[in-house]
């Protein structure tokens, strides 16, 4: 599929999305079985198995306890061969199926994020072949062109044509979402999501960010802080390579580390609370409700803020976390490049619901090209 076709379904299905039907207006606490996050992943998920071959769904089913559930990357397709269905192997039906499922599982900001990203790789890709040399070497070809929304892959877990219990995967460059279903609830965490550019600075998507909102509440929370409370919250002045809890450092984190939210004042409070409902809400609406009602059944006040890096210059590298009972968000950025990640201590991969452990792996080459891509 070429750049202009994969730009025109692009649009077909952004403009498919302004006249599809609202999920979950019911007005009542009780949300009836049709409105739920569950439900609707499971339809959609249903939907673009059925216009799949039997090839294709070989490539798409795996076990709920396969290895590949875990072993995901952010890195581009050369420095991480993925398994699955890849998007740009799919015909145009199964793309606009593939989109209702990920509509189905995020809400608006979600979705548009996710597509957002996708979308940057295309104009990465762009680029990157624009760069080559009439000498550059067949591995530089490859690189360049292992960019772009072809490279990203759906993977399930069980299968959500029979099984009450079930997950996907869409991974590729910048972007690994992992959803679970079990017995009508939604989990949808870890969830990693960066972008380079961070903000677009040419052609006609100039000022165009796809993830300011997550620098813009981070930034607002420690130029809130008052100079005794950044003496805490700023851990060091170095800036980490990468995420620190990204693949392969499942459940890294085992103290808190900052200012906690319980020397906050309310005010500040109600900035964190905001900086984590940017992430957590990226989730849709159920599912999002249930992941903030469970950090505030572990309550707030172990909930620590850290920074790393200056505060008050956004060209110079910065690092913020969150790190509580039920949430754990990072952000990295530095050059215009960001890394986040969320997780969930308890239910990433909806383990607490499924009673399934989840080994996530990473070998030595996959860090040394993680590490890479983050520069």
């Known amino acids: 599929m070429s750049v202009r076709t994969r730009r025109l379904l692009w649009l077909l299905v952004f403009g498919a999305l302004s006249s599809a039907?609202?999920?979950?207006q019911s007005p009542s606490a009780a949300l009836p079985p049709a409105a739920t996050s569950a439900r609707q992943m499971t339809e959609a998920a249903r939907a673009l198995l059925a216009v799949l071959g039997e090839t294709e769904i070989e490539k798409?089913?795996?076990?709920?306890?396969?290895?590949?559930r875990s072993h995901w990357s952010n890195v581009p397709y050369r420095s991480h061969s993925r398994p699955g269905l890849r998007l740009g192997d799919l015909?145009?039906?199964?793309?606009?199926?593939?989109?209702?499922?990920?509509?189905a599982s995020l809400s608006s900001q979600g979705y548009q994020k996710a597509a957002g990203i996708i979308r940057l790789d295309d104009i990465n890709r762009e680029q990157q072949v624009a760069r080559l040399s009439p000498s550059a070497t067949a591995f530089q070809k490859e690189h360049a062109e292992s960019f772009g929304s072809a490279n990203y892959f759906v993977l399930f877990f069980?299968?959500?044509?029979?099984?009450?219990?079930?997950?996907?995967?869409?991974?590729?460059?910048?972007?690994?979402?992992?959803?679970?279903?079990a017995d009508g609830k939604t989990a949808f965490l870890p969830m990693f999501v960066g972008a380079t550019p961070l903000a677009v600075a040419e052609d006609v998507e100039t000022g165009w960010s796809a993830l300011a909102q997550e620098v813009t509440r981070g930034v607002e929370l420690v130029s809130a802080l008052t100079e005794s409370q950044r003496k805490i919250a700023i851990s060091a002045a170095a800036v980490p390579e990468d995420v620190l809890n990204g693949v392969g450092n499942k459940q890294r984190f085992t103290s808190v580390e900052g200012l906690r939210a319980s020397d906050m004042t309310a005010e500040q409070r109600r900035l964190l609370r905001a900086l984590v409902e940017e992430y957590v809400r990226n989730a849709d609406f159920d599912a999002a409700d249930e992941q903030l009602a469970a950090i505030d059944s572990a309550g707030w006040d172990d909930v620590a803020f850290t920074w790393r890096g200056r505060v008050g210059d956004l060209a110079e590298p910065f690092y913020y976390r969150v790190q509580g009972p039920r949430i754990s968000i990072e952000l990295r950025n530095t050059e215009n490049h960001v890394h986040t990640i969320t997780r969930d201590p308890v239910n990433d991969y909806g383990e607490a619901w499924?009673?399934?452990?989840?080994r996530e792996t990473i070998t030595a080459a996959e860090r040394s090209a993680a590490?890479?891509?983050a520069e």
């Open 158 to 181: 069980g299968d959500p044509r029979r099984d009450v219990r079930w997950g996907w995967l869409l991974q590729g460059h910048h972007l690994a979402m992992s959803f679970t279903v």
């Open 354 to 358: 499924l009673g399934l452990t989840y």
């Open 371 to 373: 590490a890479r891509a």
């Open 60 to 68: 798409a089913l795996f076990a709920l306890d396969a290895d590949e």
């Open 21 to 24: 039907p609202a999920f979950g």
């Open 91 to 103: 015909d145009r039906e199964a793309m606009l199926r593939a989109h209702d499922l990920l509509r």
